[in-house]
């Protein structure tokens, strides 16, 4: 199986109780699925899993909701780096407001 990165967005700042939380779902939806925080976006995380996973994350039924607030996938990749870049200049060019 490939892993695929998906980084999804939230509409507000992700606490650490609500990675908490999205840790333990995905972990329960998707076993071996894993969360990679995002530096310099509280908004942002990236999710390690398979093609088949990802593929579930799109669409307009495919976002999460933790804590109230929804996440949605805006980009997947197989290489993390580029979710990573993605979610860094998402910042720096003003699209995600704390």
Avoid: C, W
């Avoid at 109230?68 to 870049?85: E, I, M, Q, Y």
């Amino acid at each position: 199986m490939s892993k695929r990165y998906v980084l999804l967005v939230a509409d507000d700042v992700i606490s650490e109780s609500e990675r908490k939380a999205l840790r333990s779902i995905l972990e329960r939806r998707h076993q071996g699925d894993k969360l990679i925080e995002v530096r310099g976006n509280p908004r942002a995380v990236i999710v390690k899993t398979t093609n088949e996973v990802a593929s579930s994350f799109r669409g307009a039924e495919g976002g999460l909701t933790v804590g109230g607030k929804k996440l949605t996938s805006v980009l997947t990749s197989g290489a993390v780096v580029n979710l990573k870049r993605r979610a860094s200049e998402a910042r720096a060019n003003g699209q995600v407001h704390e």
